[in-house]
């Protein structure tokens, strides 16, 4: 692993998770169950995934100027993500506040702050990193324009570029083709595919018309019920990993740090797949999103050898 440095540009937001039965009818109040306070953001998440799979995890993103923003730095820092790329913004960081059920479901609202508050300049400044890194990845929760403008600087140094499609938005038919690996869940590939997708015969059905848009490779997330790598001529469909479900704040984005893992050690799509299949199920038996997110050692572990 001569190069393991990764990239992530991104979303940083301070999430506030209810834990509660149900969520409110209009006009009425109810109290919840239980509450917690964790970072997140999907860029933030993603990046201490990589970190804690043992990658070299540079976050590019804004917080805002307040303590969220303080709390959500020192976050990334213990987790040994490099910050050198946040700026921060005059306006409030990004929030989440995330309604969390028995069953394992989430709702989520955001407030996304400073995050949409982030330029091409801010990826300028941090193109030195950009340039070095074997893997750049990218989520829709920031300014299109930043994302079109990174995924094309991303190429410019020849960056294996992943993109976690949400939340849904169409970008340019050119920056969709500059894609490496594309990875949406069920309500985004339905978005992409211009058709419902609930099951894995959907996903399989529709793997052609969304790979058409990319480079090489497309993942589908499809939750319980596993999730679909196709190259384009090989399709893997994995199986999800039986656990109990206590809360799954962060599963999407831990799959995809171990994607990154995957491909920077040169492992087969199936095995990759099989691999984020393992981190993701560790992330969802426990609470708090980024806290909950494996380390490698913890990973490898619950293989078979």
């Known amino acids: 692993m001569e190069n393991n440095k990764v990239a992530v540009i991104g979303s940083l937001n301070y999430d506030i998770v209810l834990k509660q039965e149900r969520l409110a009818e209009i006009g009425e109040t109810i109290t919840v169950d239980g509450v917690s306070f964790c970072g997140g953001g999907?860029?933030?998440?993603?990046?201490?995934?990589?970190?804690?799979?043992?990658?070299?995890?540079?976050?590019?993103?804004?917080?805002?100027?307040?303590?969220?923003?303080?709390?959500?730095?020192?976050?990334?820092?213990?987790?040994?993500?490099?910050?050198d790329y946040i700026g921060l913004a005059n306006t409030h960081t990004g929030l989440g506040i995330v309604n969390s059920f028995p069953d394992g479901r989430l709702l989520s609202t955001i407030a996304t702050g400073a995050n949409f508050s982030l330029t091409v300049e801010d990826i300028d400044r941090a193109e030195p990193i950009i340039k070095e890194?074997?893997?750049?990845?990218?989520?829709?929760?920031?300014?299109?324009?930043?994302?079109?403008?990174?995924?094309?600087?991303?190429?410019?140094?020849n960056c294996y570029v992943i993109l976690n499609a949400a939340p849904s938005y169409n970008l340019t038919e050119d920056v969709m083709e500059l894609i490496d690996c594309l990875v949406v869940n069920e309500s985004e590939a339905s978005f992409y595919a211009g058709r419902e997708i609930a099951t894995v015969e959907d996903a399989i059905q529709c793997c052609d018309v969304l790979f058409k848009q990319i480079?090489?490779?497309?993942?589908?997330?499809?939750?319980?019920?596993?999730?679909?790598?196709?190259?384009?001529?090989?399709?893997?469909?994995?199986?999800?990993?039986?656990?109990?479900?206590?809360?799954?704040?962060?599963?999407?984005?831990?799959?995809?740090?171990?994607?990154?893992y995957g491909l920077i050690n040169g492992l087969s799509k199936e095995e990759m797949g099989e691999f984020a299949s393992k981190v993701s199920s560790k992330t969802v038996t426990k609470i708090g999103g980024q806290d909950a997110m494996p380390h490698l050692e913890e990973v490898l572990a619950s293989f078979d050898v």
């Open 215 to 260: 480079g090489e490779l497309l993942i589908i997330t499809l939750g319980e019920k596993g999730s679909l790598l196709y190259d384009g001529t090989n399709m893997f469909c994995i199986s999800p990993e039986k656990v109990k479900v206590v809360e799954t704040t962060g599963a999407g984005d831990s799959y995809i740090g171990a994607i990154a």
């Open 42 to 83: 999907k860029g933030a998440n993603q990046a201490v995934q990589c970190a804690k799979l043992g990658l070299e995890t540079y976050m590019v993103g804004r917080v805002g100027n307040d303590l969220f923003g303080t709390i959500l730095i020192d976050s990334l820092k213990k987790y040994n993500v490099k910050t």
């Open 133 to 157: 890194s074997q893997i750049v990845i990218l989520q829709l929760e920031i300014p299109m324009d930043v994302v079109e403008y990174s995924i094309k600087l991303a190429k410019k140094h």
